[in-house]
């Protein structure tokens, strides 16, 4: 497995499962999923858009990835991340974020923090 993120509390928290952080955007983590699915033939093990926030509300993604190399690119997770991006690019069209308080990005990073942290319990990772 691989744990993909662009939130630092992930990065400095999360043990158990290698963690590849990047200090890229939301829509940018959604890219290198999509890189990662087409080029490394990896596959989704959690859903790109979970936690029912809105992509331009939140700075901060992380998403688990199977590192297990299937043969062919895996077409589910493929139409994912690809709903995703257009959900994403949807969002940021209407109504961009607003430039919110640290403080507010604190809040942010940890709901993103504790939505894969409890994700990983359930899959028995941490």
Do not use: C
């Not at 691989?2 to 200090?23: A, D, F, S």
């Amino acid at each position: 497995m691989l744990l993909i993120t662009n939130n630092p509390k992930v990065r400095e928290k999360v043990e158990g499962i290698p963690v590849q952080y990047e200090e890229i955007e939301y829509g940018e983590v959604l890219e290198v999923v999509k890189r990662l699915i087409i080029e490394e033939k990896m596959v989704l093990l959690t859903h790109p858009l979970s936690g029912s926030i809105k992509p331009n509300e939140t700075y901060y993604k992380s998403i688990v990835l199977s590192t297990k190399k299937s043969e062919a690119i895996d077409i589910e997770s493929l139409d994912y991340i690809d709903q995703a991006l257009e959900v994403y690019q949807k969002f940021m069209k209407n109504k961009m974020r607003p430039n919110w308080t640290e403080r507010v990005l604190e809040d942010f990073a940890f709901v993103d923090y504790y939505l894969i942290k409890d994700t990983l319990v359930r899959m028995h990772v941490s």
